[in-house]
């Protein structure tokens, strides 16, 4: 490619002042056409507020822009899009209700003013998800699809519009390891193409695997750009985090006690079926698998979000029955769910009010709520857990991914249930706040709880679990030792294509 | 760690602030705007004859109001069944008390009032109709059930002496409206300091975090409707009781009162957000502004005109503010 070498932005001396906070001091950040450029840094350092600058929704206080080889002042995000640049964010923002070639093609619908031309439109977009190797029917309405689905159709989005600049925020946190390849090889024939990628993730392995250059930022500064040959994961989370991380999957060892929570047999009909495993004071069961393979489906039907029409759940050695979430909690189960945004947390309350949600009645006489206890809760929660800011008054939609996740699981761990299932708890959180939830969990176990671990990282349950079971379509494997794990292994298991 | 949580933060407050600005101070001062402009144009408004008037019509939809602030809050939308338990209300107060005397005739009359809320909720809560769909079917049931019932009739009342105690004082202050204050507080307290309305904002501000969290999302729903249809209940009687007759259609247009005031007032209409005394605000404010229309002979298309404008832009600053405070 001719355009390789050429710079497809060049960004230098930006700074970011907001009343009181410098969000980024001085950031020379260039990227060139034809490679795929990742930007890593601890949550806070300044990644979203550079990304919105670039995406035209900040001005920067200070500093200059230089998109190809003009300098560019941007005020909307439209002055971007029509700089061609594009950007595909972590959280879906495509419409249910639409088809697949609606999405793809929103707000820049082929054909005249009135007229929409559908089959053009549907065509088009054909022709775009099958260049990118995606096996998705346009015609499809998008709430149909999996959420990894949907997120191959926001690139595909991104991509229709034949951008020079693609701007990919953590892609893979809702994608399986498989998936992930699925979505690299489609970054790598865009990078083929001359289009310049930025590439936000906290998935240092992935980074490694992907990016031709990566740029670590810290505390709003830019801390280095370096080519990714030479440099390993253990030098960019020492640049992130400005200190040695010794061991980023702390596992501390807990005393294995008696059964805690048993599943026999159970199957919702549809999502799972045949499904047993059963989890020990003092242990962490990981449930992995690819996206889709029906482990929170087990998991939201155990806690009572939805029915089982076969099998038994027994805590403690009794079976209990249970029908709604207030009978998995009285019977000792909670549950942290997937998406912390839709079912974690109530945005418009304050973490007091999201943590004591669950035992409201405990802290209720005569229908009163005890003003103290309500606050004493929180006080000992955000302590216990240290959440930032120590704040149990802040709106609990103000505090950063790690942080929510904090209170989510606080707010369960105040019902002291004897067997906690976490979905996919470390989920877009970065290293540090990583670091803390697993600590929190190795905590919990070493008290003697048991815990279900969801996760696709497979580095975090081969680090963290002690047993696993692997789940693919609906079924669910032995549990296997950690002992006799690897990720090729688990990987066999959860695709079915070898039998390790 | 802290500078994009800063950055949200300020961002939002910029956004809190504007909101309470807007709907506490903003609306005390439309308030106080209102009594100014109406003292001036005409004599009758400062008179304690004209705002003990207002005062007590204020009461009977105000009833109604604390319920329909559990149903926006719940995120509930709106409750169109009020005038068939405002009408239920008034015509078996008044038509039961031949028979078995005035209070359990009026006790009766809310108790059925709230068998029409049972409906309601057990529709929008449990089965997941839409409350608009549900509840208009369900008072348009209602008020042919009681216009089969009275035979299409007035009712009038029979009993003086629950007549004289309902249009009476206690202290100076109409019956009526410390009844709306004992049920306004009530509202108030139930909703910002229990349990039950802890769980209704919950549910009304992420329903599925909130069933999530193990409230029992579907019965704090329907709860919403059944205190509406009480407080309906209780506002027909009420009006019953002081009007001596009522007619099936009496409770005509108190649902839009009802649900103008607690828009006005600044609860959100998509829940999750909003308290009892907001909407008392919002309650106030139109009152006055009606009130002062009329004695400064504003004509009654023009009236309505106004409400609706009022509506509109109410809903409207809801909408913008919460872009701005969520974004």
Redo the contacts between chains.
């Keep these: 490619m001719t355009v390789a070498a050429d710079c497809a932005l060049d960004m230098r001396g930006i700074s970011k002042n ?6 980024l001091s001085n950031v020379n950040f260039a990227v060139k056409f034809g490679t795929v450029h990742a930007v890593v840094g ?5 990644k ?2 550079l990304m919105k600058i670039l995406n035209g929704s900040y001005a920067p206080t200070s500093g200059t822009i230089k998109v190809g080889d003009a300098e560019v002042r941007m005020r909307r995000p439209a002055d971007a899009q029509a700089l061609g640049i594009r950007m595909v964010h972590q959280e879906i923002n495509l419409v249910p209700d639409l088809t697949v070639a609606e999405n793809v093609y929103l707000g820049r619908m082929p054909g005249k003013w009135t007229f929409l031309r559908k089959r053009e439109m549907v065509r088009a977009a054909a022709a775009v998800l099958d260049e990118l190797g995606a096996a998705i029917n346009p015609r499809e309405r998008l709430g149909n699809l999996s959420i990894s689905q949907q997120q191959l159709v926001e690139i595909a989005k991104a991509y229709a519009a034949q951008p020079r600049i693609i701007v990919l925020d953590e892609p893979t946190s809702s994608l399986s390891e498989h998936e992930t390849a699925a979505l690299f090889r489609i970054l790598r024939k865009m990078r083929d193409d001359g289009i310049a990628i930025v590439y936000i993730s906290h998935r240092l392995k992935e980074v490694l695997e992907i990016a031709d250059e990566v740029t670590v930022l810290r ?2 500064s830019m801390i280095q750009t370096r080519p990714i040959k030479g440099i390993k994961a253990a030098d960019m989370i020492r640049l992130m985090v400005g200190r040695e991380v010794s061991n980023v999957f702390p596992k501390s060892p807990a005393a294995i006690g008696k059964s805690v929570l048993r599943v026999e047999h159970i199957s919702d009909g549809q999502r799972f079926r045949d499904v047993s495993f059963e989890v020990r004071a003092g242990e962490i069961l990981g449930l992995t698998g690819l996206v889709g393979a029906g482990r929170t489906e087990v998991a939201r039907a155990i ?1 009572g ?1 939805s029915r089982l029409v076969e099998g038994t759940v027994s805590v403690n050695g009794r079976e209990v029955s249970i029908n ?3 009978q ?2 009285r019977a000792g189960i909670a ?1 942290v ?1 997937e998406d912390r945004k ?8 304050s973490v007091r ?2 943590i ?3 035992i ?2 405990r ?2 006489r005569f ?3 005890s003003r103290s206890a309500d606050r004493a809760l929180a006080r000992d929660s955000v302590k216990q857990f240290s959440i ?2 120590p704040d149990g008054e ?2 609990i ?4 991914g790690g ?1 929510q996740q904090k209170a989510v699981i606080a ?1 369960w761990l105040a ?1 002291k249930p004897s067997a906690l299932i976490l979905d996919e708890p470390t989920r877009g959180v970065d290293v ?1 706040a990583k670091a803390e939830i697993h600590h929190i969990i190795g905590q919990l176990v070493a008290g003697g709880m048991a815990v279900v671990m969801i996760s696709s990282e497979l580095p975090e349950i081969l680090g963290v679990c002690d047993r696993v079971v692997v789940m693919r379509d609906g079924y669910a494997s032995e549990p296997l030792l950690r002992s006799e794990l690897s990720e090729e292994r688990i990987m066999a298991l959860a695709t079915g294509e070898e039998m390790a | 760690m802290e500078i994009g949580g800063v950055n949200r933060n300020d961002r939002f407050t910029r956004g809190s602030r504007l909101v309470d600005v807007l709907s506490k101070a903003g609306l005390a001062f439309a308030i106080v705007a209102v009594m100014l402009y109406g003292s001036l144009v005409s004599p009758a408004f400062f008179t304690s004859g004209n705002l003990l008037n207002v005062l007590t019509s204020m009461s009977i939809v105000g009833i109604v109001v604390v319920g329909m602030t559990f149903v926006l809050v719940v995120g509930g939308l709106a409750d169109l069944s009020v005038p068939a338990t405002i009408a239920c209300g008034a015509i078996l107060s008044l038509g039961l008390q031949p028979m078995i005397g005035p209070l359990p005739a009026f006790l009766l009359a809310v108790g059925l009032a709230g068998l029409i809320g049972l409906l309601n909720g057990g529709l929008v809560g449990y089965v997941g109709i839409n409350p608009i769909i549900a509840t208009l079917g369900v008072g348009t049931i209602g008020l042919g059930i009681v216009q089969a019932a009275v035979g299409g009739v007035i009712v009038y009342g029979s009993n003086p002496a629950s007549a004289e105690f309902a249009k009476g004082r206690l202290f100076g202050i109409p019956v009526v409206v410390l009844i709306f204050l004992v049920i306004a507080l009530v509202g108030h307290f139930v909703l910002s300091r229990s349990f039950w309305g802890r769980w209704t904002l919950a549910t009304g501000g992420n329903y599925s975090a909130a069933e999530a969290s193990a409230v029992p999302v579907r019965a704090v729903k329907a709860g919403a409707f059944v205190i509406t249809a009480l407080a309906s209940g209780i506002s027909g009687g009420l009006l019953g009781l002081t009007l001596q007759s009522a007619r099936p259609l009496i409770g005509g247009g108190y649902e839009f009162s009802a649900i103008t005031a607690v828009v006005v007032g600044g609860v959100s209409i998509v829940g999750g957000f909003g308290s009892v005394p907001r909407a008392i605000a919002g309650l106030i404010f139109v009152q006055l502004l009606t009130n002062v229309m009329v004695l400064d002979g504003v004509r009654t298309p023009i009236q309505g005109f106004l409400l609706g404008i009022l509506i509109v832009g109410a809903v409207g600053m809801d909408a913008a503010l919460r872009k701005r405070g969520v974004a």
């Design positions: 907001f009343p009181g906070v410098k969000a601890e949550n806070g350092a300044g979203s507020t505390d709003g806690f979000l709604s979430p207030s998995a909690v549950y769910p839709g079912d974690g947390v109530v945005p418009g309350m009010e999201n004591s949600l669950p409201l009645r802290l209720t229908g009163r709520i930032s800011p802040r709106r939609s103000l505090l950063s942080n707010k019902a540090g």
